[in-house]
T-cell receptor
């Protein structure tokens, strides 16, 4: 079973506060995770990734935490800005021969950052 | 600095009509992908091409065909459009120099309505 699950369809946060977006996965063999950000009428853009050998990766205001025992990762945005309002997708590389590079996406979480 | 270019941006079809969605990338990437995005469903892989001359089915291939015309171009064809194919279609490409964590770069999407 290879699934990536984002159980919160939406999240609303006040500007300047922390946004925490969550993602769960079913297969402990996933060795890499990626977060994509999508604005309306645009394609998804890569935001940040984390290897399964790490438990944290930070890039400016964005930090991803990986909890392998819980099969859970989260994206933290601090401080949140109105321009961060978008849909965020969690993804993992598909496990299987002949399909290298394919990604499995979660259903996305729509973040709204209110001024 | 075009990246991944998709045409057209919008299209309305009648049931039974055919059309081809075009995609071209200028990043010299080996792999290319077609996804569809439906409300609440995230991104689902339709077809992919790991390298020039090869194509394979993804999660939801029924009703579609693809052609990897050359390294740059990967087209998606609907032979007989159905209302269930109303969706936003995204093309993506990746370098795939390494298996894990390959970043995919997306086009802006084609919004298709089938009446």
């Amino acid at each position: 079973d290879q699934q990536v699950k984002q159980n919160s369809p939406s999240l609303s946060v006040q500007e300047g506060r922390i946004s925490i977006l969550n993602c769960d996965y079913t297969n402990s063999m996933f060795d890499y995770f990626l977060w994509y950000k999508k604005y309306p009428a645009e394609g998804p853009t890569f935001l940040i990734s984390i290897s399964s050998i790490k438990d944290k990766n930070e890039d400016g205001r964005f930090t991803v935490f990986l909890n392998k025992s819980a099969k859970h990762l989260s994206l933290h945005i601090v401080p949140s800005q109105p321009g961060d309002s978008a849909v965020y997708f969690c993804a993992a590389p598909f496990l299987g021969g002949g399909s290298q590079g394919n990604l499995i996406f979660g259903k996305g979480t729509k973040l709204s950052v209110k001024p | 600095n075009a990246g991944v270019t998709q045409t057209p941006k919008f299209q309305v079809l009648k049931t039974g009509q055919s059309m081809t969605l075009q995609c071209a990338q200028d990043m010299n990437h080996n792999s290319m992908y077609w996804y569809r995005q439906d409300p609440g469903m995230g991104l689902r892989l339709i077809y992919y091409s790991a390298s020039e001359g090869t194509t394979d089915k993804g999660e939801v291939p029924n009703g579609y065909n693809v052609s990897r015309l050359n390294k740059r171009e990967f087209s998606l064809r609907l032979e007989s459009a159905a209302p269930s194919q109303t969706s936003v279609y995204f093309c993506a490409s990746s370098d795939q120099r390494r298996r894990a964590g390959d970043i995919q770069y997306f086009g802006a999407g084609t919004r298709l309505s089938v009446l």
